[in-house]
């Protein structure tokens, strides 16, 4: 018989008991009312959860972030902007939507280290992120057997929140998915304490849209298969319609525009210069006097016989600039898909406070629904 006072059910497996059978209360099960004995039981709960860094794993004898470290150097040589075409582009993200996302997610790494804007705006929603707090809140309407037990759980939540090491770094990583598609935190154990340890987007691969993810050990091309991941050593995000995408495309639209710029500004930037020749010269003072207004002309500086003489031509301004414009399109777009609206980096001349005030209420928004998500996955793949 179990022990008088014990009311905690242990229940048979999901399907289901035979007809007629009742689930009878675990012995070992605390009381209800027993909350230091919950506590404790929810602390062992928690602390299986995570893969201790020196056991055996899915990757040798290593945690997943300890063998990345030793895996994958060449791609560190490999710059993915050079000859960035529209094209490629356009076959990185439909591969990435295969599942072959390695090359996407590296080109993305490269896009935020490189365009200013983007920069931006991955350091606005970690700003964002990281200045919210966080708490452990228990439901309301709850009976007292229910509260006791809410109460040791949250108890037990504040103090293994508060003991895991890069809280605020695990919590970026998440939000982050909005810009990747998707982040990755394996669970690990140390000396020290559980610690959830992001891992970068381009280890990272599945077969098809919707397949399981995999662990591409050697970082190779094209590839939608690897080292199957165990789901419960792991925190995955998942985001639909990523801004990454988005910023790819305008990203290399806008650097081609920035290039026939500057290769415009080459040409028709400085005045053309001409040196008209004195008259009645030889062919061979001719050639000499060529010789010596080139010199002049890109010097500065210089001699010019008698009856010489130096003409500039300026190019017309039309009062367009197609290539800023373009340029900056690219921009005000990005903007917009990353926070909702032009906020106050971005917002035009004369568009007064009103208008900044209106984007930043549109990009608080965006923060806290970051943040209702990023609770939610902590709460379904961690609590």
């Given amino acids: 018989m179990p022990p008088a006072g014990s009311r905690r059910l242990s229940c048979p497996p999901p399907s289901g008991p035979p007809q007629g059978a009742v689930c009878m209360p675990r012995p070992d099960a ?47 040589n490999y710059n993915p902007l050079r000859g960035l075409t529209p094209w490629y582009v356009t076959g990185m993200i439909e591969a990435a939507q295969r599942g072959a ?36 809140l228990i439901p309301e309407h709850l009976d007292a057997g229910q509260k006791a037990l809410a109460q040791a759980q949250q108890a037990a939540l504040k103090e293994f929140y508060t003991s895991l090491r890069s809280l605020r770094e695990s919590i970026e990583a998440i939000g982050l998915a909005r810009f990747t598609g998707c982040s990755f935190l394996e669970k690990v154990a140390t000396p020290t304490g559980p610690q959830l340890c992001p891992v970068p987007p381009w280890y990272f691969v599945r077969n098809g849209s919707r397949g399981p993810w995999a662990y591409n050990s050697t970082l190779s091309m094209g590839a939608t298969t690897g080292i199957p991941l165990d789901p419960r050593n792991w925190v995955i995000r998942e985001a639909e319609a990523p801004v990454g995408r988005k910023a790819a495309r305008l990203f290399v639209i806008k650097n081609m525009s920035v290039k026939d710029w500057q290769g415009f500004a080459e040409v028709f930037g400085i005045p053309a210069i001409f040196a008209i020749m004195p008259e009645g010269i030889t062919d061979r003072q001719r050639d000499e006097f060529q010789t010596i207004a080139q010199q002049i002309i890109s010097d500065a500086r210089g001699a010019l016989p008698p009856g010489s003489d130096i003409k500039t031509v300026e190019a017309k301004n039309t009062g367009n600039s197609p290539f800023k414009e373009l340029a900056e399109w690219c921009d005000s777009q990005l903007v917009i898909a ?46």
Avoid: C
């Fill in 30 to 76: 605390p009381a209800l009312s027993d909350s230091m004995a919950l506590l404790d039981l929810f602390r062992k709960k928690k602390a299986a959860g995570f893969v201790p860094a020196a056991r055996q794993t899915w990757v040798r004898t290593l945690s997943a972030t300890d063998a990345i470290v030793q895996a994958g150097g060449w791609r560190d």
């Fill in 101 to 136: 996302q390695t090359e996407f997610q590296w080109l993305l790494k490269w896009i935020r280290d490189e365009d200013a804007v983007v920069a931006a705006l991955y350091e606005r929603t970690l700003s964002a992120l990281s200045a919210l707090e966080w708490d452990v």
């Fill in 338 to 383: 990353g926070t909702g609206g032009l906020l106050t980096m971005l917002t035009a001349p004369g568009s007064g406070t009103l208008a900044g005030n209106a984007h930043q209420e549109a990009f608080d928004l965006l923060a806290k629904r970051e943040a209702v998500i990023v609770s939610e996955i902590m709460q379904e793949q961690v609590d």
